[in-house]
Each structure stands twice: as structure tokens, then as C-alpha cells.
């Protein structure tokens, strides 16, 4: 069974559509977080989750928007789609130190 | 200068020697440590945590890390092709949030 998964696996989209991404972990894990890779393989923490409270929200455009409805379920929405905005989205789970990253979503934006 | 910083490589070895990836950080502060691999066009796995100072073994793999020195590393002995890929360091830092800062990874090539 996959422990942290995420849909959709592939999005492409044109510039100033909204889109969300989701995902979903089954370690019962309580902390999950959004990082975003770019073209260059940088690797970023953008937010952390810990039971449904926001814990870390870096610098991120608001137009990036996290939620989490609960402690097994983290989704990120994007509005207004920039190019910038096209990277690979992870999503991963913790429970303590340890972080398992989930498949990822390739976001390209025309 | 970088919160994390690795060498982006390429490193290449030939089939069953050592392969050393180095890894500096510039939080004295920073509490755990951690090497995750990632191949091309997968995500990142984790495959070792260190805590402390000192060496810690898993099978091929040995951590060290030095805190003096800000270095932890990462020895993969009996190099196998399978082993090509990239390898990301990652710093929690002083306030052990979860906030995991990467390197920018050093990219790994066995040669058989």
C-alpha cells in the first residue's frame, strides 16, 4: 500500500487558472508538509501541517493556499497560475524527525 | 552563503569502491541530519538519520557526522550502479520544527 500518495501525478494547465493538488498519508502520521523542487532539483519547504494547525508557511505567494481537513489529509490550492509556479510539488509525512515524501505532482504551466 | 551546501558533482566511481558525499551547514544550532537519494523523476527517500555525533552504519551506508565542524557525511561502500542518483543532505534546524533545509544534492554516477 502507498504510504504517502498524492493526485493528480501530472497537471498541466494555462497561466491564471486555479488548480489544487491532494494529499493523503497512511502511517498515521500528525505532521505533513508542501515543498516545491524547481527545474534545478532546489527542494523548499513552502508549509507544515501538525494536526490540522499550520505550523511552518514560508515565504510563499498567498495565492498558494494549504489545507488540511484532517490530520491524514493535506491539499494545496493555487490560484492565478503563474509559469513560475511550474515544479514538482511534494507532499511528505512525519512523525517525528523522519520525512516520507509522497510520489510528487509535476505542475507545468502554458 | 548557503544554509546547506553540497557539491553538485557529478561524482563518479567505478563499480564497487567507496563513494563519499560531504555535506556543510551554517546553523551551529541544527539538531538532526538526514540523506535522502532520489533518482531521476522519482521523489526523495529517506536513507539515513543521524542525531549525533559519531558514525552510524546501515548496511553499505555510513553517516558521520561532526558538529564541530558543521560536516556530516555520507560513505556508500561497494558502490553498485543501482546506487546512481542524486543524494540530498537535509538540516532540521536549532528549533527542530520539521523545517528540513536542503542542499542542492550531489549527483552520484557508478560506472561499471
Known amino acids: 500500500d502507498t504510504a504517502v500518495s498524492q493526485t493528480p501525478k501530472y497537471l498541466v494547465t494555462q497561466m491564471g487558472n486555479d488548480k489544487s493538488i491532494k494529499c493523503e498519508q497512511n502511517?498515521?502520521?500528525?505532521?505533513m508538509y508542501w515543498y516545491k523542487q524547481d527545474s534545478k532539483k532546489f527542494l523548499k519547504i513552502m508549509f507544515s501541517?501538525?494536526?490540522?494547525?499550520?505550523?511552518i508557511n514560508e515565504t510563499v505567494p498567498n495565492r498558494f493556499s494549504p489545507k488540511s481537513p484532517d490530520k491524514a489529509h493535506l491539499n494545496l490550492h493555487i490560484n492565478s497560475l503563474e509559469l513560475g509556479d511550474s515544479a514538482v510539488y511534494f507532499c511528505?509525512?512525519?512523525?517525528?524527525?523522519?520525512?516520507?515524501f509522497g510520489p510528487g505532482t509535476r505542475l507545468t504551466v502554458t | 552563503q548557503k544554509e546547506v551546501e553540497q557539491n553538485s558533482g557529478p561524482l563518479s566511481v567505478p563499480e564497487g569502491a567507496i563513494a563519499s558525499l560531504n555535506c556543510t551547514y551554517s546553523?551551529?544550532?541544527?539538531?538532526?541530519f538526514f540523506w535522502y537519494r532520489q533518482y531521476s523523476g522519482k521523489s526523495p527517500e529517506l536513507i539515513m538519520s543521524?542525531?549525533?555525533?559519531g558514525d552510524k552504519e546501515d548496511g553499505r551506508f555510513t553517516a558521520q557526522l561532526n558538529k564541530a565542524s558543521q560536516y556530516v557525511s555520507l560513505l556508500i561502500r561497494d558502490s553498485q550502479p543501482s546506487d546512481s542518483a542524486t543524494y540530498l543532505c537535509?538540516?532540521?534546524?536549532?528549533?527542530?520544527?520539521?523545517?528540513?533545509?536542503f542542499g542542492q544534492g550531489t549527483t552520484l554516477q557508478v560506472k561499471p
Open positions: 511528505a509525512s512525519s512523525f517525528s524527525y523522519e520525512q516520507y
Open positions: 502511517l498515521g502520521h500528525d505532521t
Open positions: 501541517y501538525n494536526n490540522k494547525e499550520l505550523i
Open positions: 546553523d551551529r544550532g541544527s539538531q538532526s
Open positions: 543521524i542525531y549525533s555525533n
Open positions: 537535509a538540516v532540521n534546524g536549532r528549533s527542530n520544527t520539521g523545517k528540513l533545509i
